[in-house]
C-alpha cells in the first residue's frame, strides 16, 4: 500500500532560490559556500561577483562587506564596514579584492584568527569568511551566500 501527503512547508523547510543568482566567477563551489584557496605568503584575495546577463539588471556596486571568521552571517552585512565606500560594478559582475593584511586589520578578532593559524606548529589551513550586500541597478539588494578563503600555509 502506498500513500502520500500534501504538505504546505515554511520557508525554513525549502530551498529559497533568490530571484537574481549572485555566483562567484573562479570560486570553488563544492558543498554550501563557494571558496579560492590563498597561500598565507601571497596574501592576494580576490572575489568576482555575477548575475545572470538575461536578468535584465546590472550591479550597481558592493555596497557593503563583512569579513570574519566563518561565523559571520547575513544579519550583520548591513551594518559591516570592511570596505569604507561602494565597489562599482561593471555591468553584470562586480570585483572585490583585499588582502591578508588588511583583513588582519580591520579588527583584534581577525588579526588573532590569522596570527595563530601562522604561530600554529599543526595546522595548515585556516578558513575566513566575506559576506555581501549587492546592489542593483534597479535599487533591489541582494545578500549573496557566505564566501570563504582558504588559507593555506
Not at 502506498?2 to 504546505?8: G, L, T
Not at 589551513?125 to 545578500?143: H, K, P, R, S
Amino acid at each position: 500500500m502506498m500513500s502520500s501527503c500534501e504538505k504546505d512547508y515554511t520557508e525554513f523547510y525549502s530551498d529559497n532560490r533568490p530571484e537574481i543568482p549572485v555566483t562567484f566567477d573562479g570560486a570553488t563551489t563544492h558543498g554550501f559556500n563557494p571558496y579560492i584557496i590563498v597561500p598565507i605568503n601571497d596574501g592576494n584575495i580576490s572575489f568576482t561577483l555575477s548575475i545572470p546577463e538575461s536578468s535584465g539588471r546590472t550591479i550597481t556596486s558592493i555596497t557593503r562587506v563583512s569579513g570574519g571568521a566563518t561565523s559571520i552571517n547575513a544579519g550583520g552585512v548591513r551594518a559591516a564596514t570592511y570596505i569604507a565606500s561602494p565597489i562599482p560594478g561593471n555591468g553584470t559582475k562586480a570585483t572585490f579584492t583585499t588582502t591578508i593584511a588588511e583583513f588582519r586589520s580591520k579588527n583584534a578578532a581577525n588579526n588573532t584568527l590569522i596570527q595563530s593559524f601562522i604561530n600554529s606548529t599543526t595546522a595548515t589551513q585556516v578558513e575566513i569568511a566575506f559576506m555581501f550586500l549587492v546592489t542593483l541597478d534597479n535599487g533591489q539588494e541582494i545578500i549573496p551566500v557566505q564566501t570563504r578563503v582558504w588559507v593555506r600555509k
